[in-house]
């Protein structure tokens, strides 16, 4: 369960009917910090004393990338999505929309969220968490968006195992697929795409001093790879694009049906070609090539995210 935290580090108390997120391929490392070992002198051998002088919680895990159900209704994966530096617009019976931002401070409303995660009756809080994610578009999958979220060390207890009372809105998703995944296009070319990915690639640290301790994200430089069916020179030469350092776009759009349509898209120059090579799929020539998003002058629009 995860919900958007009003002020920084304070428990957001997250409910079963309203902040319940569905997950996959869960790892948790539920105590994670720093030791140092006491330096004292013995009169004989053996070990010293470890004390743990930092402590934090990270967790990592799927999503299934899916709008609501209702365009114009947050997913609740939203509180997620903030928690890695986007911020929210949704805008009613229309849409929402999802852009990064440049955090301003340690403590900046609503840029944190509060995760309870429960494994065998015992339940782990995280506060204060933020943390970065990436979206898979391969074919024949499911869309996703992983996640890694780092958080403060809340309590730990027993606590029985919620089966009922939970409640998703998110709606199913649909295949990748050529029925499902339309618009793709790539520096102004419509790819034969096998594969897509994106990383947004915070910069994500837990930070402590006397009077602080929080989780920030200090930087992000999102990025990316794509594996396509390689055409003729003469109608898309990807290797110039490369070599010239040429700045292009991105945008591609998945779903079908109102409230389960997401489109995901690079700023309008904001795409570079990096370091393309051959690949093989099925005895077709493929072009497998890193991607590097890249802000406008404006800034905070290397990536737009729009649910519609």
């Not at 002198?41 to 990592?60: A, L, R």
């Not at 209702?70 to 509180?79: E, K």
Request: glycine residues 10%; charged residues 15%.
């Amino acid at each position: 369960m995860v919900k958007k935290e009003t002020t920084y580090g304070t428990d957001a108390t997250p409910t079963n009917a309203l902040n319940a997120v569905q997950t996959g391929d869960v790892s948790i490392t539920p105590l994670a910090g720093d030791m140092v070992q006491r330096n004292i002198i013995k009169p004989f051998f053996g070990n010293n004393q470890n004390i743990m002088v930092t402590k934090y919680v990270t967790i990592d895990f799927e999503v299934e990338l899916a709008g609501s159900g209702v365009v114009g209704t947050a997913p609740q994966f939203g509180a997620l999505l903030q928690a890695c530096g986007f911020s929210e617009t949704v805008t009613a019976a229309t849409n929402v929309i999802y852009n990064p931002i440049t955090l301003t401070s340690v403590t900046q409303t609503g840029t944190s969220a509060s995760i309870y995660f429960q494994r065998d009756g015992i339940k782990h809080v995280l506060l204060g968490a933020r943390g970065t994610v990436s979206f898979d578009l391969t074919v024949k999958t499911l869309p996703k968006m992983k996640f890694t979220m780092t958080g403060l060390l809340g309590t730990i207890t027993d606590s029985a195992l919620v089966t009922t009372g939970l409640v998703y809105t998110a709606a199913i998703p649909v295949a990748v697929s050529t029925a499902n995944t339309g618009a793709l296009s790539i520096f102004g070319y419509p790819p034969i795409v096998e594969s897509l990915t994106i990383d947004i690639a915070n910069d994500v640290k837990y930070r402590t001093l006397i009077g602080s301790d929080a989780v920030v994200i200090s930087d992000r430089k999102p990025k990316g790879n794509i594996k396509f069916e390689l055409p003729a020179l003469a109608i898309k030469n990807f290797f110039d694009i490369a070599q010239n350092s040429t700045l292009g776009a991105l945008s591609v759009t998945h779903g079908l049906t109102a409230g389960n349509i997401f489109k995901i898209e690079s700023a309008a120059s904001g795409l570079g070609l990096d370091a393309p090579k051959y690949a093989d799929n099925d005895g077709v020539v493929m072009l497998d090539a890193g991607l590097t998003f890249i802000p406008s002058s404006t800034g905070n629009d290397e990536i737009k995210i729009t649910l519609t």
